[in-house]
Every structure is written in structure tokens, then in C-alpha cells.
């Protein structure tokens, strides 16, 4: 009897696919919570008359302050929509910050969430992002599906869209990429970390706190130069947020003072879609001595001396899991790429 492969490939990948949708567990959530239908009594005119107004309120357009770009609008909206239907934001009211993978967006929370400001996080379209080579900070993480479980697939189909970078491939990579930065930020805030609160995921952009106010969001640590006595306590504070990352197993991997906020005398550390498991990247040791050297050269500017070798030392002896062996053979292959 003959199979037809290809209605199975079809039945895989849909089944696969619903896996990386963020918003999947959010539908199936609702779907069990809907009521069964009971007999109403028949509604005045005026009452059937305000639902009416209020259906096409929302269904007439999350229409926003904020006007983006022709480009950017299409996408923008669909991203947001659905914390839009959560009822979770009420409002895009500016972009606070650009860049070449995503951009940052002031948005006004709903009342039910009790918080005013929230900041969203949208990814740029594939079309519209810089593909680059992750591949040193993909080793040792596993694939996350949409709700943070990972993926431990020996299907040869899905090890092959990945590689391949076929259309499911990019989704898929795409949604470990984003719930690495959701979960990141999740764990670190929980351990009291200086990171902004996470709220919600969709399929290309993560709702978390937002630091500034209605006016301007908070400037970069690149943009601020400090007083006397604040550079010392904040170059401590970075570095007991690195030591809580190590302490959970997790490497920031691109820290810099132009991914730290400042805002009334007090840091917030940003951006962790790249976090590097401590336990399993060979490269660990590399991309630590780097984040320390950044974070260092900036606080020694400012006057708070910074010696990334000894605070590398003391960090590494104390969180390492790898031999000093391993560790010396690492730091070479990491001062020969940084020497290229």
C-alpha cells in the first residue's frame, strides 16, 4: 500500500509549526475558558446598541498616536495586535529606540494591567532585519518552542529546515531566539536582577517594563557621563548583575554601556536575545572577558577604576564549570579572533 509522504510532511510541520507560536497556549487558554452558550433574556435596543458601538471600536482599529513610517506600519500593528487584544496596551505612543534587528516602541498600558508605560519590543521583518551568524552564541542552547519548552527533535525534518533556513526554519529559529530573551529576562528579574519586567510574548515582539517617562525614554549608560559618586556604586551594581546572570547559568554575551539604561540614578540592564548558556558554549570564557572589558572601559573613563582581568578571575574561578585547561585553550582562540 502506497503512502503519500508529502500529506505527512504537510500533518508534521502544521502540528510542528503550532508549537512555535507564542500565542498558542494564550488561544487554547481561551478556548477551554469560553462558556457554554445559556439562554439571555432579549436585550434592550439601547444596550444592543452600545455593544455594537464597542465592537467596531476595536475591531475598527488599534489606531495609534505614534505614526509610523509607510514601511513600517503593516508590520508594526500585526506584531502588537495581539497585546493590543489582550488588552494589555491601549496605545503606540512613540519609538524610543531604533535598531538594525528591532526597534523600540513607548506604549500606553492598559488600566487592567496597572501599569502606565509599557515598552515593546518589535523584531523587524526578515525582509527588513540583518541576518547574522549566531552561531557562537546557539552553542549549547537548545531550540525553545512558543511557550519556552525545548524542542529535543530527532526528526531529521526539522534539523534540516533549521539548517537549511527554509521559511518554517526561520520561524522556528526566530521563536527560540525570542523566548531565550523572554525567559532570560523572566529568570533574571525574578533573582532581582536589574532587567525590565517581562509581560507578555507574541510571535515577533515581547511586551515588557519600560524605564523613562512620557516624555523620553532613559538614555543609554553610553550617553551619560556620571558624578563622582555614583560611578563607583554603579559600576558595582553592573557587576553583581553579571555575577546573578553566572549564578544562573547565563552569559549576557553583547553587554555594553550602550545596552544599559540609565535613569535617576539607577541602571537596567537590556537586550538578551543572544544569552550564552554558561555550561556547554566553548566559547563562554570569551564572550565574558568581553562583556567585562566594555563594561570596564566605561566606568574607568568615568572614574570608578575597573579591572576586567581580575573581576574575569574572580568570576570565572568561582562560577567556571570547565577546567583551567579548557579555559587557557578558550582565551587563545578568543584573543586570535578579537586580534583578526
Not at 482599529?61 to 488588552?87: C, I, M, N, V
Not at 523587524?124 to 511557550?147: A, C, H, K, N, T
Not at 573613563?301 to 568570576?315: H, I, N, V, W, Y
Amino acid at each position: 500500500m502506497l503512502h503519500n509522504t508529502f500529506d505527512h510532511d504537510d500533518d508534521f510541520y502544521s502540528d510542528l509549526e503550532s508549537q512555535f507560536d507564542p500565542l498558542q497556549n494564550d488561544r487554547q487558554a481561551r478556548r477551554k475558558r469560553k462558556p457554554k452558550p445559556k439562554h439571555q433574556p432579549k436585550k434592550q435596543q439601547h444596550a444592543i446598541r452600545d455593544e455594537v458601538a464597542d465592537l467596531e471600536g476595536l475591531e475598527g482599529g488599534f489606531k495609534t498616536t505614534y505614526h509610523p513610517s509607510l514601511f513600517e506600519e503593516g508590520w508594526l500593528l500585526d506584531s502588537l495586535r495581539a497585546f493590543y487584544d489582550q488588552a494589555l496596551i491601549t496605545d503606540v505612543l512613540a519609538r524610543v529606540r531604533g535598531g538594525k534587528e528591532a526597534n523600540v516602541y513607548r506604549c500606553a498600558g492598559h488600566l487592567l494591567t496597572g501599569i502606565p508605560l509599557l515598552a515593546a519590543k518589535v523584531y523587524r521583518p526578515r525582509m527588513f532585519r540583518q541576518i547574522r551568524d549566531d552561531s557562537q552564541y546557539r552553542e549549547g542552547r537548545e531550540v525553545l518552542d512558543g511557550g519556552g519548552r525545548a524542542i529535543r527533535a530527532r526528526d531529521w525534518r526539522l534539523r534540516k529546515a533549521l539548517e537549511s533556513r527554509s521559511d518554517f526554519g526561520v520561524q522556528a529559529a526566530q521563536t527560540s531566539w525570542l523566548m531565550y530573551e523572554f525567559t532570560a529576562m523572566t529568570t533574571l528579574h525574578q533573582a532581582g536582577a536589574n532587567v525590565p519586567q517581562p509581560i507578555a510574548i507574541s510571535t515577533n515582539a515581547i511586551l515588557m517594563g519600560y524605564v523613562g517617562d512620557q516624555y523620553q525614554a532613559a538614555p543609554a549608560l553610553s550617553d551619560v557621563s556620571l558624578d563622582s559618586t555614583e560611578a563607583p556604586r554603579l559600576r558595582d551594581a553592573v557587576l553583581r548583575n553579571i555575577e546573578i546572570m553566572l549564578q544562573h547559568d547565563l552569559i549576557h554575551g553583547d553587554l555594553s554601556p550602550y545596552n544599559i539604561l540609565y535613569w535617576e540614578g539607577e541602571i537596567t540592564l537590556i537586550d538578551f536575545p543572544q544569552v550564552v548558556a554558561l555550561r556547554g558554549n566553548r566559547q563562554a570564557a570569551g564572550l565574558l572577558r568581553r562583556d567585562l572589558e566594555r563594561v570596564c572601559k566605561y566606568f574607568t573613563a568615568q572614574g570608578a577604576p575597573c579591572d576586567s582581568g581580575k573581576e574575569f578571575t574572580r568570576l570565572w574561578g568561582r562560577y567556571s564549570p570547565f577546567s583551567q585547561r579548557d579555559v587557557e585553550a578558550e582565551m587563545s582562540r578568543y584573543e586570535e579572533t578579537e586580534n583578526e
